[in-house]
């Protein structure tokens, strides 16, 4: 796409607090570059969750810059932001599934709120529940479903208006291991036809599950590069125009 | 679905943000349940009876002057009947020949006794008390004071004890005070006004406040503030116009009882204060305004509170 070439999002110097404390965040600076894997790893509280809060736009950073699809989102009015929520597919760690709507809902969710017609929207909620294996509980609510099943709902949300980019808070936590590695694949394959993603994961294991992605890693609030995937750019990744 | 039927679908699609009957579930309702439609309702009726009475007061006092406009009375004030019959004689001779009278007649005595017997007596008026002879008279054009002015002069001439009224003169304090009942009504109905928006205000913020997280999600998936609103503004809406529709039905039924009460009075004052069509349009109109008031007050309550985040 003509308005991110190179980049899909730019850290400069990013420092985040909560309140009076003290940073969360310090000195953050990377790029993402489109179509790229990537995992997001440390230790529980060292700060994944916020980062990936910064990314998805659901916090604003207390000092430095962050560019994304080519604009200073800093910057920019707040009526523009709803555009760029648009181009993202999240996965909440606490999954943030609508509690009075279906799992079915739930997922059309992102598809209604950007216009799409009702006609066009069963079939791929249908295919996408499908998918992640729960074609027999279209109609179950967020409660009756278990930690896995909802897990399962909030992925599908995420990637069902096929996003540019992917933010996922520890999307496996919930689901067994052969889930985990399924749920991979669906990510992976979003990722071929060009997709960014980002996973956030304290699960070393999962790093070797995908061979070609790259990793950050957070510790006590700054950001180190172990493969050097930020300091030096991956090979460029061409988006694939073919539908999966 | 368990919300079926036309009206229903037909605010649902009216509103919808999303353009589906499931975005409309986006907030859960509860509907009937909750104390929004009763509230509405209230409003509306004590608004409708508060309106009514307005245009009804406004009608009778239209009525009253246009009746009394070119009405006038001729009294003559002679304590010998002789002369008064003499004098009243010569009134009337005068009135007939007087181009700028359009109608005049004689007050029968039989008739001034009943209206002064309940104050004097019966049979009290028959000697006793001398009472006036009256004419009323109608001008052809306005009982001003320059008209009756000039009937009151040629009158001196021919019966030094005619005098000449304005028949609304005595009813000025009456007028005056319709006019004060009038604004008071619609100090009700203003009243009213901000107090359905100042519940409607609250209610839009407690079901925000009960939905936060929902509206946080469609927020973070990129809803827009606008979106958002709709989906309360409808919420809301529904509401009102349940409300309203009973409301008004309320009202409607209170004004009827009321007009009927007013109307046994048999009052010949009372008569003119009936309502016309465009009243009943107006008070019609009432419950619509209740709606529009309703929505834009949520409107403006959720988009003020969606502003607060990023
Ligand atoms: N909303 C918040 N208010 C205050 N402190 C927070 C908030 N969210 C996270 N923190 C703190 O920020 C640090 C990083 O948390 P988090 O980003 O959730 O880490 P992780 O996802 O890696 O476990 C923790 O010390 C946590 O207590
Ligand atoms: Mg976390």
């Not at chain 1, 295919?127 to 179950?140: I, N, T």
């Not at chain 1, 599950?209 to 991956?234: F, H, Q």
């Amino acid at each position: 796409m003509s308005d991110f070439d190179g980049e899909i999002v730019a850290f400069d110097n990013v420092g985040l607090r909560y309140g009076t404390d003290g940073e969360v965040l310090r000195d953050i600076s990377f790029t993402l570059y489109p179509g790229s894997f990537y995992f997001l790893t440390g230790a529980s509280g060292a700060g994944k969750t916020s980062l990936l809060k910064l990314l998805y736009l659901a916090q604003r950073p207390s000092r430095g810059a962050i560019r994304m699809f080519g604009s200073d989102v800093i910057t920019l009015p707040r009526a523009r932001l709803p555009a760029f929520r648009r181009r993202l597919g999240v996965v909440f760690q606490d999954f943030r599934l609508v509690p009075h709507l279906s799992a079915f809902d739930n997922v059309a969710l992102p598809l209604r709120v950007s216009g799409m017609p009702e006609s066009d929207v069963a079939k791929p909620v249908a295919d996408m529940l499908d998918w992640v294996g729960l074609s027999h509980r279209y109609e179950a609510r967020p409660a009756t479903l278990s930690g896995g099943e909802q897990q399962r709902v909030a992925i599908a949300r995420a990637v069902i208006g096929r996003p540019d980019m992917l933010v996922a808070d520890e999307p496996t936590g919930n689901v067994d291991p052969e889930m985990a590695l399924k749920l991979l694949r669906l990510f992976e394959a979003l990722n071929r036809l060009g997709t960014t993603v980002v996973v956030a994961t304290h699960d070393v294991h999962l790093l070797k599950k995908v061979p070609d992605s790259l990793i950050m890693r957070l510790d006590k609030g700054r950001l180190s590069d172990p493969t050097g995937a930020l300091r030096y750019p991956p090979r460029a990744v061409r988006r694939e125009s073919s539908a999966p | 679905m368990t919300r079926p039927g036309a009206l229903n679908r037909a605010i649902v699609r009216g509103f919808s943000p999303f353009g589906g009957d499931r975005a409309a579930r986006l907030v859960p309702q509860a509907r009937l349940v909750g104390p929004m439609p009763w509230v509405i309702a209230i409003m509306v009726a004590l608004t409708v009876v508060a309106a009514a009475g307005g245009l009804a007061l406004q009608n009778m006092a239209d009525t009253a002057r246009a009746e009394l406009s070119g009405g006038v009375t001729v009294q003559v004030i002679e304590a010998f009947p002789a002369a008064r019959e003499r004098q009243a004689g010569a009134v009337m001779e005068a009135l007939a020949n007087d181009a700028k009278i359009a109608t005049y007649r004689r007050v029968p005595e039989a008739e001034l006794d009943a209206l002064l017997e309940p104050w004097l007596g019966v049979g009290a008026t028959d000697a006793t008390v001398p009472v006036p002879a009256l004419i009323d008279v109608r001008l052809r054009g306005v009982a001003d004071r320059a008209a009756i002015d000039d009937l009151q002069t040629r009158l001196l001439e021919i019966a030094p004890d005619a005098r000449v009224d304005a028949q609304s003169g005595w009813l000025q304090p009456v007028f005056a005070a319709i006019t004060s009942l009038q604004w008071l009504a619609i100090a009700l109905v203003v009243l009213l006004a901000l107090t359905s928006a100042a519940a409607v205000w609250l209610a839009a913020r407690s079901a925000l406040g009960s939905n936060r997280n929902t509206i946080e999600i469609v927020h973070l998936l990129g809803g827009t503030d606008g979106q958002i609103a709709r989906i309360f503004q409808r919420s809301i809406g529904y509401d009102a116009v349940l409300g309203g529709v009973a409301g008004l039905a309320i009202g409607v039924a209170g004004v009827m009882v009321l007009g009927r009460q007013f109307a046994a009075l048999g009052s010949g004052m009372m008569a003119g204060g009936g309502l016309t069509l465009p009243d009943w349009l107006m008070l019609a109109g009432i419950p619509v305004a209740g709606v529009v008031i309703a929505v834009v007050t949520a409107r403006l309550t959720v988009l003020a509170s969606v502003r607060r985040m990023l």
